[in-house]
């Protein structure tokens, strides 16, 4: 059985707490992002030392490993969008198709040590941009390509959701 694409508009994490791995993004801020992420690359790294780290725990989930490259990529993203959202008038997004990424990219059969050092330079990187945000740049917008609408505020909640859960979906 091949990995199920998630197509799941998981903009509702904005207005409640995830029952799932319990993360609330009220209250969330960029800077609360920029002090965030540095805590979390540590445990990623740990997932990724795991001697199970490449094993999928079944056929239709991906693996540690699996989930680190995409967080990675997650990160690189992110901080493509927070840019031009910092840069444009109401930029717009276009579609990222996380399963065929995966695919592309081959997530499965990456090394878990240079992943592991991607991540960390990633997430330096994503962590001091959005530490680089002033608050008079928390409204500024961005236009995801299903119609949903983010601010710069929003946009880091949305996005350390997306880490802190992965997390959760490794028991990292």
Known sequence: MAIIPDGKDWTWVLTRPCPECGFDAQGVTPATVASTVPTLVPRWQSVLRRPDAEERPDESTWSP???????????????????????????????????????????????????SAELAAAGAEIAASFAAVRPAQWQRRGTRSNGSVFTVETFSQYFLHDVVHHLHDVDG
């Open 65 to 115: 490993l699996e989930y680190a490259a995409h967080v990675r990529d997650v990160f690189s993203l992110f901080d493509h969008r927070l840019h031009l959202m910092l840069e444009q008038e109401d930029p717009g997004f276009a579609d990222w198709d996380q399963d065929a990424t995966a695919l592309a990219e081959d997530y499965a059969h990456q090394q878990p040590e240079k992943v």
